[in-house]
């Protein structure tokens, strides 16, 4: 009897493949004009929210960019982006989507967006989400919707899967890949076990083929004591003062243990000061991207109370790789492009919280970290 079930539910699966797909799905938009972009776009954009959580009214936004080959061959790549809390609009718009923002002194029209080269979505489709919510135009419409960790984000994007490939379901056949960067690094191997699990008990349908890490946080141990032997490494810091800080310190960059190991910290700091953090190579800039969890890490109360972003951020050098971000504050904020993508007008704070990466405005303990459990994903996955 299981058997025949089996078979059933194989053949029902396999006739729904041949159903063509519908021209939209549920509470989608498909946007045809991108503000600040001159013409059509390379390929099919269509944007969206998922309902994650019934009890606080949770909403993730996505951006679904086709592949400009094969949408229905190629695969099909779930992105969310670090930070915790920063949009998929920074990797849209500034690492592998297909468009990127013309570096122009901000004059209050609104900024140009050109087609990017080396767009990943030349060979496979993108699905950008803002996760986990509280990011870029994700909401709750109860403010403890906004609490969340590692664990629950993840449980939401699996949430997130389940509706979105109900209401797309000629991408089942698709390879399925999970990716993501920076601090995405410690989610995406925790979501790939939940879906690997689940595709084992035959609970997701997914043809999951893998999943992609940027420059992905491990650890905060392992990530900070890898920037002296890195800093090394490029010639940043000298043989003579690499080699005092492996004598006294032993390996434990983190938390000095004796007065030589701090002092040799200390200086090696000092000069990493003189370097740009997210450029090797590139001038000295304000930090481009801010990193929510590093503020949060500084905050001594568990009672602080978020409150709303008032208004742009502080201009930065014109040339910097934080440029972009700023002018990406007034294209996601204009009446225009919210239009176009479809934003739901919720209430000030969401309308608020549109930055690239939501760096105030949040309670220290909005995004717990298990932070160091990740390795252990990361070979649960793959000995699967």
């Given at each position: 009897m299981?058997?025949?079930?089996?078979?059933?539910a194989?053949?029902?699966?396999?006739?729904l493949?041949?159903?063509?797909?519908?021209?939209?799905?549920?509470a989608?938009?498909?946007?045809?004009?991108?503000?600040?972009?001159?013409?059509?776009?390379?390929?099919?954009?269509?944007?969206?929210?998922v309902?994650?959580?019934?009890?606080?009214?949770?909403?993730?936004?996505?951006?679904?960019?086709?592949?400009?080959?094969?949408?229905?061959?190629?695969?099909?790549?779930?992105?969310?982006?670090?930070?915790?809390?920063?949009?998929?609009?920074s990797?849209?718009?500034?690492?592998?989507?297909?468009?990127?923002?013309?570096?122009r002194?901000?004059?209050g029209?609104?900024?140009?967006?050109?087609?990017?080269?080396?767009?990943?979505?030349?060979?496979?489709?993108?699905?950008f989400?803002?996760?986990?919510v509280?990011?870029?135009?994700?909401?709750?419409?109860?403010?403890?919707?906004?609490?969340?960790?590692?664990?629950?984000?993840?449980?939401?994007?699996?949430?997130?899967?389940?509706?979105?490939?109900?209401?797309?379901?000629w991408?089942?056949?698709?390879?399925?890949?999970?990716g993501?960067?920076?601090y995405?690094g410690?989610?995406?191997p925790?979501?790939?076990?939940?879906?690997?699990?689940?595709?084992?008990?035959?609970?997701?349908?997914?043809?999951?083929?893998?999943?992609i890490?940027?420059?992905?946080?491990?650890?905060?141990?392992?990530?900070?004591?890898?920037?002296?032997?890195?800093?090394?490494?490029?010639?940043?810091?000298s043989?003579?003062?690499?080699?005092?800080?492996?004598?006294?310190?032993?390996?434990?960059?983190?938390?000095?243990?004796?007065?030589?190991?701090?002092?040799?910290?200390?200086?090696?700091?000092?000069?990493?000061?003189?370097?740009?953090?997210?450029?090797?190579?590139?001038?000295?800039?304000?930090?481009?991207?801010?990193?929510?969890?590093?503020d949060?890490?500084?905050?001594k109360?568990?009672?602080?109370?978020?409150?709303?972003l008032?208004?742009?951020?502080?201009?930065?050098?014109?040339?910097?790789?934080a440029?972009?971000?700023?002018?990406?504050?007034?294209?996601?904020?204009?009446?225009?492009?919210?239009?176009?993508?479809?934003?739901?007008?919720?209430?000030?704070?969401?309308?608020?919280?549109?930055?690239?990466?939501?760096?105030?405005?949040?309670?220290?303990?909005?995004f717990?970290k298990?932070?160091?459990r990740?390795?252990?994903?990361?070979?649960?996955?793959?000995?699967q």
């Amino acid at each position: 009897m299981h058997l025949l079930l089996r078979v059933v539910a194989v053949a029902a699966y396999l006739l729904l493949l041949l159903v063509p797909p519908p021209p939209l799905s549920r509470a989608a938009t498909v946007v045809t004009r991108l503000p600040g972009f001159d013409g059509a776009l390379p390929s099919r954009l269509e944007t969206g929210y998922v309902g994650v959580d019934d009890a606080t009214g949770a909403e993730l936004f996505y951006y679904l960019v086709e592949s400009e080959r094969s949408p229905r061959a190629d695969p099909l790549v779930l992105w969310h982006s670090g930070g915790p809390r920063c949009s998929a609009l920074s990797a849209l718009a500034f690492q592998i989507g297909p468009v990127r923002f013309v570096e122009r002194r901000y004059d209050g029209a609104l900024p140009r967006l050109v087609r990017n080269p080396y767009s990943l979505t030349q060979v496979a489709s993108i699905l950008f989400v803002d996760s986990p919510v509280g990011t870029g135009f994700s909401y709750a419409r109860d403010p403890r919707g906004y609490d969340v960790g590692d664990i629950s984000a993840s449980l939401q994007i699996l949430t997130f899967l389940r509706k979105w490939f109900d209401d797309h379901p000629w991408y089942l056949s698709n390879p399925f890949y999970l990716g993501g960067d920076s601090y995405a690094g410690k989610v995406t191997p925790l979501i790939a076990q939940h879906v690997s699990e689940g595709i084992e008990e035959m609970q997701y349908p997914l043809n999951l083929k893998g999943y992609i890490v940027g420059n992905p946080a491990t650890g905060d141990k392992i990530d900070e004591n890898s920037r002296i032997p890195f800093s090394h490494s490029f010639g940043i810091i000298s043989d003579q003062l690499y080699e005092a800080a492996v004598e006294n310190c032993k390996g434990d960059y983190v938390n000095p243990t004796n007065k030589l190991c701090s002092d040799v910290v200390q200086t090696i700091n000092d000069l990493k000061s003189e370097v740009d953090k997210e450029g090797i190579l590139d001038p000295v800039c304000p930090f481009a991207s801010p990193k929510p969890w590093r503020d949060a890490l500084r905050r001594k109360s568990l009672a602080e109370e978020h409150y709303p972003l008032s208004g742009p951020p502080d201009e930065p050098p014109f040339g910097c790789l934080a440029y972009r971000y700023y002018l990406s504050y007034f294209w996601a904020n204009d009446n225009t492009t919210r239009a176009a993508l479809g934003i739901k007008e919720i209430h000030n704070n969401v309308r608020q919280q549109s930055n690239v990466c939501n760096n105030k405005g949040w309670p220290s303990y909005c995004f717990r970290k298990p932070a160091q459990r990740m390795i252990c994903y990361c070979k649960k996955v793959a000995r699967q």
